[in-house]
């Protein structure tokens, strides 16, 4: 007789405590950032993007933040020397222990394979996971629009955009009613560079984590929250894997 209360399945591993670690891919624009923040919560799991830990250090003017502004005005890529480091440093963070959205890394298969070295000594509620990748995709001309649109706000880090997810008080935060920003990347020149970056650079792991068995992709050009309800049933497809 079993105890009906006790499960053996792996879902209860992630369901219950650790959903280890999760990788958003997708271009610029894709809605890796607004697909993170609602996981995040989700799991009460941190979201780990690269691109907002550079702008902070950019804003603070710290060594780190002045090697990269140079590199993120011209959509290039910030290189492994500055990066791996900065991220081993906030994976190792106590909050990271049941598992992070990774929001823009890894971003090249040289970060990607030092996150399979990474992950090899960390483990998850206790448990040893490998990630679940979810490549959210969308067509060049939808991710123009995306990028031009977009405004965030500045206190609490809500993405909206003004074609697509407007404000309801023009130009301002639904929540704390702060003035929204426009990102200084999401220039029409330099959103031409980060694609070309992406393409370049990023595109080559979709090959990468399909070879390893561990890639899922999504349409990511539906509503918000349609692409939300898939990466969650991913997530949990993933748990049970
Ligand atoms: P980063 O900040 O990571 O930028 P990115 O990858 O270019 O991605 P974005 O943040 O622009 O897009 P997103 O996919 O998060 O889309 P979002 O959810 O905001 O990196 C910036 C720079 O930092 C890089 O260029 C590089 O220089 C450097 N960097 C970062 N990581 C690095 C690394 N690992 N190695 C080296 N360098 C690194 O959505 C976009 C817009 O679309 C929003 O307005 C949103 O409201 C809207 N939207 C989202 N979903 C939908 C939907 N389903 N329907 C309609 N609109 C939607």
Same mark, same amino acid.
């Given at each position: 007789?079993?105890?009906?209360?006790?499960?053996?399945?792996?879902?209860?591993?992630?369901?219950?405590?650790?959903?280890?670690?999760?990788?958003?891919?997708?271009?610029?624009?894709?809605?890796?950032?607004?697909?993170?923040?609602?996981?995040?919560?989700?799991?009460?799991?941190?979201?780990?993007?690269?691109?907002?830990?550079?702008?902070?250090?950019?804003?603070?003017?710290?060594?780190?933040?002045?090697?990269?502004?140079?590199?993120?005005?011209?959509?290039?890529?910030?290189?492994?020397?500055?990066?791996?480091?900065?991220?081993?440093?906030?994976?190792?963070?106590?909050?990271?222990?049941?598992?992070?959205?990774?929001?823009?890394?890894?971003?090249?298969?040289?970060?990607?394979?030092?996150?399979?070295?990474?992950?090899?000594?960390?483990?998850?509620? !206790?448990? =040893?996971?490998? #990630? %679940?990748?979810?490549? *959210?995709?969308?067509? &060049?001309? $939808?991710?123009? @629009?995306?990028?031009? !649109?977009? =405004?965030?706000? #500045? %206190?609490?880090?809500? *993405?909206?955009?003004? &074609?697509? $997810?407007?404000? @309801?008080?023009?130009?301002?935060?639904?929540?704390?009613?702060?003035?929204?920003?426009?990102?200084?990347?999401?220039?029409?020149?330099?959103?031409?560079?980060?694609?070309?970056?992406?393409?370049?650079?990023?595109?080559?792991?979709?090959?990468?984590?399909?070879?390893?068995?561990r890639l899922r992709r999504l349409n990511g050009e539906r509503p918000v929250d349609e692409v939300t309800a898939e990466t969650l049933a991913i997530v949990e497809g993933a748990a049970a894997a």
């Amino acid at each position: 007789m079993t105890d009906s209360s006790v499960s053996t399945k792996t879902t209860t591993v992630r369901e219950l405590g650790a959903p280890g670690p999760i990788i958003l891919l997708g271009a610029p624009g894709a809605g890796k950032g607004t697909q993170a923040m609602t996981i995040a919560a989700r799991y009460g799991i941190p979201q780990v993007s690269t691109g907002d830990i550079l702008r902070i250090n950019v804003a603070r003017g710290t060594e780190l933040g002045k090697k990269a502004d140079p590199i993120m005005k011209q959509g290039g890529l910030v290189s492994d020397d500055l990066m791996l480091p900065m991220v081993q440093e906030r994976l190792k963070q106590p909050d990271c222990r049941r598992g992070y959205i990774l929001d823009g890394f890894p971003r090249t298969v040289g970060q990607a394979q030092w996150l399979e070295k990474f992950l090899e000594t960390a483990t998850f509620g !206790g448990v =040893r996971m490998g #990630p %679940v990748v979810i490549s *959210i995709e969308v067509s &060049y001309n $939808q991710l123009l @629009q995306r990028l031009t !649109g977009r =405004r965030s706000c #500045p %206190v609490d880090g809500k *993405i909206y955009n003004v &074609y697509f $997810q407007p404000p @309801q008080n023009n130009e301002h935060c639904d929540i704390c009613g702060s003035q929204l920003v426009q990102r200084k990347d999401d220039k029409e020149e330099v959103i031409s560079e980060r694609l070309k970056s992406y393409e370049r650079m990023t595109l080559p792991l979709v090959d990468y984590y399909g070879k390893q068995g561990r890639l899922r992709r999504l349409n990511g050009e539906r509503p918000v929250d349609e692409v939300t309800a898939e990466t969650l049933a991913i997530v949990e497809g993933a748990a049970a894997a």
